[in-house]
C-alpha cells in the first residue's frame, strides 16, 4: 500500500506545479481575451458604420434626385410659351450639358431634324401664306415633327442627368466603402501590433529566465 501513497504525493506535487503554471498564465489569457475583444468591438463598429453609410448615401441620393427633378422642370417650365425659335436655343444650350460624346451627338441630331422640320413650316408660310387648307395641315405636320425631335432631344439629356447620378451614387458608396477597410485595417494592425510587443516582450522575459536558470544550474 505503500506505493499507492507514493503515487499519490507525486499527484499531488503534478497538481502544484499545474496552478503554478495556470496562475502564472492567468494574466496572459486575460490579455489574450482583452486583444479578441477588441478586435470583436473593431468589427462590430465597421457593421455599423457600414449601416450609417447606406443611410449616408440614401440620403444623399434623395436630395440629389430631387435636385435633378427641379433642374428637369425649370428647364421644362423656360422653354414652354415659347416661340420655336428661343425654345430650340435653349434646348441647344441643354443638349451641350451632356457629358457623353454618342449621347450628345444623337441628341444634336434630333436638334438638326427639329431645325429643319421647324424651317419647312416656315418656308409654306411664306411661298402660301398658309391660305391653302392642304398647306396648314402640311405646316402642322412639320411643327409637330420639329416639337417632337425637339423633346427627343430634352429626353436624351434628362437620361443623361440620370445616368450620372448613378455613376456619382457607384463612385460615392466606393468612396465610403474604401475608408471604412482603410480604417477598419489600421485600428486592426494596431491590436496586432500590440499583440506581436507582447509576445515579444513575453520570449525575452522567459529566455532571460531561462538563461538564469541555467546558468543557477552550472
Excluded at 405646316?139 to 420639329?146: F, G, K, L, S, W
Aim: proline fraction near 0%; include cysteine.
Amino acid at each position: 500500500g505503500s506505493k499507492r501513497v507514493r503515487g499519490g504525493e507525486v499527484e499531488g506535487a503534478k497538481d502544484g506545479k499545474r496552478q503554478r503554471v495556470e496562475d502564472a498564465i492567468k494574466p496572459l489569457k486575460a490579455f489574450w481575451e482583452q486583444l479578441a475583444q477588441r478586435r470583436n468591438g473593431i468589427e462590430d463598429e465597421a457593421i455599423k458604420q457600414e449601416e450609417a453609410n447606406k443611410a449616408k448615401v440614401d440620403k444623399e441620393r434623395q436630395d440629389r434626385a430631387a435636385a435633378r427633378e427641379r433642374k428637369v422642370e425649370a428647364r421644362k417650365q423656360a422653354s414652354s410659351g415659347r416661340c420655336l425659335t428661343q425654345k430650340f436655343a435653349l434646348f441647344d444650350e441643354t443638349v451641350a450639358e451632356i457629358s457623353d460624346v454618342g449621347e450628345r451627338r444623337k441628341a444634336v441630331e434630333c436638334m438638326k431634324e427639329a431645325k429643319n422640320k421647324s424651317n419647312e413650316a416656315n418656308e409654306m408660310m411664306l411661298c402660301w401664306g398658309g391660305i391653302q387648307h392642304e398647306t396648314q395641315s402640311k405646316m402642322q405636320e412639320c411643327i409637330r415633327a420639329a416639337q417632337k425631335q425637339s423633346g427627343e432631344a430634352f429626353w436624351i439629356w434628362s437620361q443623361h442627368l440620370l445616368r450620372e447620378e448613378r455613376k456619382w451614387e457607384d463612385g460615392r458608396k466606393k468612396e465610403l466603402a474604401l475608408a471604412l477597410k482603410q480604417q477598419k485595417q489600421r485600428r486592426l494592425a494596431d491590436v496586432d501590433e500590440e499583440r506581436d510587443m507582447y509576445l515579444g516582450e513575453l520570449k525575452k522575459v522567459a529566455e532571460d529566465r531561462a538563461d538564469g536558470l541555467n546558468s543557477g544550474r552550472e
